[in-house]
T-cell receptor
Framework: DVKVTQSSRYLVKRTGEKVFLECVQDMDHENMFWYRQDPGLGLRLIYFSYDVKMKEKGDIPEGYSVSREKKERFSLILESASTNQTSMYLC??????????????????FGPGTRLTVL | GENVEQHPSTLSVQEGDSAVIKCTYSDSASNYFPWYKQELGKGPQLIIDIRSNVGEKKDQRIAVTLNKTAKHFSLHITETQPEDSAVYFCAASVTGNQFYFGTGTSLTVIP
């Protein structure tokens, strides 16, 4: 079974603090993702990474940065936390699959989430 | 970019009845459509998926249908049970790496 773990289930921080959210996957997946989940908005992609030291901006990267120094680990960084970053943060990973006809699709596997509250 | 709409946002059914959740997408290049179930306090878990080269897929009480022409796909749960109560998300993948999610459907199965 694919296992994606996140360092904290619940986190409370103060405005202006630097926050690190860690994600580790144990299936040698190339792709890793960070989403935030808010009521009525679904899941929104913050950043993703195709490989070590590579990163791509998602739909809402402002206020966040990421780090991928090792294949199994993908970190989300809030340089100066703000109250509007209070949310559920979900990490996911996926393995690029090549189908017989050459198309490629992915199945994403999610971690349990980190509920971050910024006071 | 891709836009995925999901309906309804909430759904209540009696135990044993069927539940249907519908999603539409905008980009005809989307070729992979997973469905996720998220229970309270947990991350989303993949329950079924369908690729653009098939029209229907079934796994026990769960089925997904895809209409590429109309650009919509649906999740069908038959003989619902209380443990089916959760939030369900649909998603569409255009590139194979980036996913676009619906806003979720909160399903309640009433015993």
């Amino acid at each position: 079974d694919v296992k994606v773990t996140q360092s904290s289930r619940y986190l409370v921080k103060r405005t202006g603090e630097k926050v690190f959210l860690e994600c580790v996957q144990d299936m040698d997946h190339e792709n890793m993702f960070w989403y935030r989940q808010d009521p009525g908005l679904g899941l929104r992609l913050i950043y993703f990474s195709y490989d070590v030291k590579m990163k791509e901006k998602g739909d809402i990267p402002e206020g966040y940065s990421v780090s991928r120094e090792k294949k199994e680990r993908f970190s989300l960084i809030l340089e100066s936390a703000s109250t509007n970053q209070t949310s559920m943060y979900l990490c996911a990973s996926s393995l690029l699959q090549k189908l017989k006809l050459g198309a490629s699709t992915d199945t994403q596997y999610f971690g349990p989430g980190t509920r971050l509250t910024v006071l | 970019g891709e836009n995925v709409e999901q309906h309804p946002s909430t759904l209540s059914v009696q135990e044993g009845d069927s539940a249907v959740i519908k999603c539409t997408y905008s980009d005809s290049a989307s070729n992979y459509f997973p469905w996720y179930k998220q229970e309270l306090g947990k991350g989303p878990q993949l329950i079924i998926d369908i690729r653009s080269n098939v029209g229907e897929k079934k796994d026990q009480r769960i089925a997904v249908t895809l209409n590429k022409t109309a650009k919509h796909f649906s999740l069908h749960i038959t003989e619902t049970q209380p443990e089916d109560s959760a939030v369900y998300f649909c998603a569409a993948s255009v590139t194979g790496n980036q996913f676009y999610f619906g806003t979720g459907t909160s399903l309640t199965v009433i015993p």
